[in-house]
């Protein structure tokens, strides 16, 4: 009988131990997800959002605008959200599958002149709320709101124009 305690505690105090860890490797995976997607849809943006008069003087004059419209798409796309609101250089998107809490995009641009052409700064700064996915983080976090977690991803991107 005591062997049968034994092994019921062990099984309990692997599951306390185990399950954040899972939960860990969670995180770990969403933050890459996230990573990897604002960097394509950066990448979509930027190619698309060149304005072509400007590259013919080497300048790399960015649409702002477009920008953010290229990237809003390609993010729906990739991550399966929907755009929600709009002001000023954020955007917001909620998940459409329930995967991810609100996510809030800011833009920030900015604009040098050099000898060699214009050059654009485009800094981009991902963040979400975590939702923890194993019932006992959830509870956790019910139990404790200071329990919450950020996803946050920056990323910052050189637009030049070279010959």
Not at 100 to 114: I, Q, W
């Amino acid at each position: 009988m005591r062997m049968y305690a034994i092994g019921i505690l062990a099984v309990l105090l692997a599951s306390l131990i185990l399950t954040p860890l899972v939960e860990m490797a969670i995180v770990y995976r969403e933050k890459i997800v996230m990573d990897s997607s604002i960097r394509n849809a950066s990448r979509v943006a930027k190619d698309r959002a060149l304005e072509f008069e400007g590259i013919r003087d080497l300048n790399a004059d960015i649409d702002e605008e477009r920008f953010k419209d290229y990237f809003a798409d390609a993010l729906e796309d990739v991550m399966n959200l929907s755009r929600g609101s709009s002001a000023g250089n954020t955007v917001s998107f909620t998940s459409n599958d329930g995967i991810y809490n609100t996510v809030r995009v800011e833009f920030a641009f900015y604009e040098e002149d050099r000898p060699e052409g214009r050059v654009t700064e485009v800094e981009v700064r991902a963040e979400a709320d975590y939702k923890f996915k194993t019932k006992l983080m959830r509870t956790a976090e019910s139990l404790n709101p200071a329990l919450d977690y950020e996803l946050v991803t920056e990323r910052a991107y050189v637009l030049t124009v070279k010959n």
